[in-house]
Nanobody, 125 residues
Framework: QVQLVESGGGLVQAGGSLRLSCLVS?????????MGWFRQAPGKEREFVAF????????YYADSVKGRFTVSRDNAKNTAYLQMNSLKPEDTAVYYC?????????????????WGQGTQVTVSS
């Protein structure tokens, strides 16, 4: 069973930065996996934020975060990261990491098999 645990959320002022971490456990190798970051604001649907393929490091971003957020992974630590810069109040949401084989569109939530519990990010104006 694969487990994902997010950390790093918190309260930050607009223009500030946060780095989220997603520790992946339960598999000996993650090379066949891809990691996604999603977020859900109150009263809104869960939306795609960023994607990274574990073996190649290939990335993909939602237009709303392109140029501000950077996704990365550390193979030795089995951890994926989401560096968030120039944060805006509209980035406020619960952020989730997800993992799966992802053979289809990376922005579609049902492509991912495993999900973390989420971490709250609040950006004040």
């Amino acid at each position: 069973q694969v487990q994902l645990v997010e950390s790093g959320g918190g309260l930050v002022q607009a223009g500030g930065s946060l780095r989220l971490s997603c520790l992946v456990s339960g598999r000996r190798t993650f090379n066949a996996y891809a990691m996604g970051w999603f977020r859900q604001a109150p009263g809104k649907e869960r939306e795609f934020v960023a994607f990274i393929r574990w073996n190649t490091g290939g990335t993909y971003y939602a237009d709303s975060v392109k140029g501000r957020f950077t996704v990365s992974r550390d193979n030795a630590k089995n951890t994926a990261y989401l560096q968030m810069n120039s944060l805006k109040p509209e980035d406020t949401a619960v952020y989730y990491c997800a993992a799966g084989a992802v053979g289809g569109p990376v922005w579609v939530a049902n492509q991912y098999d495993y999900w973390g519990q989420g971490t709250q990010v609040t950006v004040s104006s």
